[in-house]
């Protein structure tokens, strides 16, 4: 960049700079094939500084502008910062330089969202390493209540995050948007995810699914959680040896449909009345929190009166309770659902929350960085 005084001497007026680099002359912009400033390139102009701009930082960082990916994108915002505004006007030159040369735009992606709406670029997922996923689908029980209840959910999640479906979009699923057929299991997702059954009946990601959707239908349509405890505890548990289920002539459970594929699930094993899906970050933390640690034990539900040992000889008769009707049943039914009424919208706030807090952390490490 060099500046250009005036002819009246320095200092006398504004300053003007043009955008010329010795790394980067017009001749090895012209020699590169990329549009200099002022040039159409395929019959668009190339805008001036906007393309030039772009082009020269990709010849002094060694990155390819036709095409660009969204990383290249996101690291040229990085080292040239500007005003949303700015840095939109920049991205319209490029994608136009995109369209002359024939070439795929630079994807749109959350983190280019972010950026260009002056938000901080939220951070790009680290994809889950084969070998900690498979680790994991050992270790997590599909059988045993609770701990089997929950392991179920966990294997499911983490066989489809491992296909690479987004945490945001995992996290809209429903139970429908799961299909099987002939054991490859197909997951509607912004782009269909395909998974094929595994020769270990363990890691197999078919399976995974279909144990997880045989427990949810159960847990929705019993009416008590004693009989979905009942059902896990004599489930066998997963080996080399057992049965793929993702072959079985039985059908996936009807009915729940609209149900969230992975609902949240509370400390004693129980769904809300009205299942709601877990959060992105939820799903993320689950995820991350299975592969890379022992996962969390779950302790199992207090014994139910049946089940205690019956009370040492002189101790108090105490009468029973008044019978539960059917009018407390519903009474009790319409205050749980004007709580979660109450509440809706807790899970967004949070959300909000450790995003103002990583922006904060991130401003501390930038003032302690600073000389």
Same mark, same amino acid.
């Given at each position: 960049?060099?500046?250009?005084?005036?002819?009246?001497?320095?200092?006398?007026?504004?300053?003007?700079?043009?955008?010329?680099?010795?790394?980067?002359?017009?001749?090895?912009?012209?020699?590169?094939?990329?549009?200099?400033?002022?040039?159409?390139?395929?019959?668009?102009?190339?805008?001036?500084?906007?393309?030039?701009?772009?082009?020269?930082?990709?010849?002094?960082?060694?990155?390819?502008?036709?095409?660009?990916?969204?990383?290249?994108?996101?690291?040229?915002?990085?080292?040239?910062?500007?005003?949303?505004?700015?840095?939109?006007?920049?991205?319209?030159?490029?994608?136009?330089?995109?369209?002359?040369?024939?070439?795929?735009?630079?994807?749109?992606?959350?983190?280019?969202?972010?950026?260009?709406?002056?938000?901080?670029?939220?951070?790009?997922?680290?994809?889950?390493?084969?070998?900690?996923?498979?680790?994991?689908?050992?270790?997590?029980?599909?059988?045993?209540?609770?701990?089997?209840?929950?392991?179920?959910?966990?294997?499911?999640?983490?066989?489809?995050?491992?296909?690479?479906?987004?945490?945001?979009?995992?996290?809209?699923?429903?139970?429908?948007?799961?299909?099987?057929?002939?054991?490859?299991?197909?997951?509607?997702?912004?782009?269909?995810?395909?998974?094929?059954?595994?020769?270990?009946?363990?890691?197999?990601?078919?399976?995974?699914?279909?144990?997880?959707?045989?427990?949810?239908?159960?847990?929705?349509?019993?009416?008590?959680?004693?009989?979905?405890?009942? %059902? !896990? +505890?004599?489930? #066998?548990?997963?080996?080399? &040896?057992?049965? $793929? *289920?993702? =072959?079985?002539?039985?059908?996936? @459970?009807?009915?729940?449909?609209?149900?969230?594929?992975?609902?949240?699930?509370?400390?004693?094993?129980?769904? %809300? !009345? +009205?299942?709601? #899906?877990?959060?992105?970050? &939820?799903?993320? $933390? *689950?995820? =991350?929190?299975?592969?890379?640690? @022992?996962?969390?034990?779950?302790?199992?539900?207090?014994?139910?009166?049946?089940?205690?040992?019956?009370?040492?000889?002189?101790?108090?008769?105490?009468?029973?309770?008044?019978?539960?009707?059917?009018?407390?049943?519903?009474?009790?039914?319409?205050?749980?659902?004007?709580?979660?009424?109450?509440?809706?919208?807790?899970?967004?706030?949070?959300?909000?929350?450790?995003?103002?807090?990583?922006?904060?952390?991130?401003?501390?490490?930038?003032?302690?960085?600073?000389?």
């Amino acid at each position: 960049m060099t500046r250009q005084p005036s002819a009246d001497g320095p200092n006398t007026a504004p300053m003007q700079y043009s955008y010329v680099t010795s790394r980067n002359p017009p001749d090895q912009l012209a020699d590169s094939g990329l549009p200099a400033a002022g040039a159409p390139a395929g019959g668009v102009a190339a805008g001036g500084a906007e393309w030039v701009l772009f082009a020269d930082w990709c010849a002094v960082t060694g990155h390819a502008p036709l095409p660009a990916t969204s990383e290249t994108v996101l690291m040229f915002f990085g080292d040239c910062p500007a005003a949303p505004a700015t840095l939109g006007r920049r991205l319209t030159a490029i994608d136009a330089a995109h369209r002359a040369a024939g070439v795929p735009l630079p994807e749109r992606t959350g983190q280019v969202r972010d950026v260009l709406r002056g938000r901080p670029a939220r951070p790009v997922r680290q994809e889950l390493p084969a070998d900690r996923v498979e680790a994991a689908l050992r270790r997590l029980p599909s059988h045993g209540w609770i701990n089997g209840w929950f392991g179920r959910r966990d294997r499911a999640l983490l066989v489809v995050a491992q296909a690479g479906v987004p945490y945001r979009r995992i996290a809209a699923l429903t139970a429908g948007d799961v299909t099987l057929i002939d054991g490859v299991a197909t997951i509607a997702a912004t782009r269909p995810v395909t998974l094929h059954p595994g020769e270990d009946p363990v890691e197999c990601g078919p399976c995974a699914l279909v144990r997880w959707l045989r427990a949810l239908h159960l847990a929705l349509t019993s009416p008590a959680t004693r009989t979905l405890a009942g %059902a !896990i +505890d004599r489930a #066998p548990a997963v080996d080399g &040896s057992s049965p $793929h *289920l993702c =072959r079985s002539r039985r059908p996936l @459970p009807a009915g729940i449909a609209e149900v969230p594929l992975l609902p949240p699930i509370d400390p004693r094993g129980y769904l %809300a !009345i +009205d299942p709601r #899906p877990l959060s992105p970050h &939820s799903v993320s $933390h *689950l995820a =991350r929190g299975n592969t890379t640690g @022992p996962g969390a034990v779950h302790r199992v539900d207090p014994q139910t009166p049946d089940e205690m040992p019956p009370p040492p000889p002189g101790t108090p008769v105490v009468p029973p309770p008044t019978p539960y009707t059917v009018g407390d049943w519903e009474q009790a039914v319409a205050r749980r659902r004007a709580d979660q009424a109450h509440l809706r919208g807790v899970d967004r706030a949070l959300d909000e929350t450790d995003r103002k807090a990583a922006e904060l952390n991130r401003r501390i490490l930038a003032l302690l960085a600073d000389p």
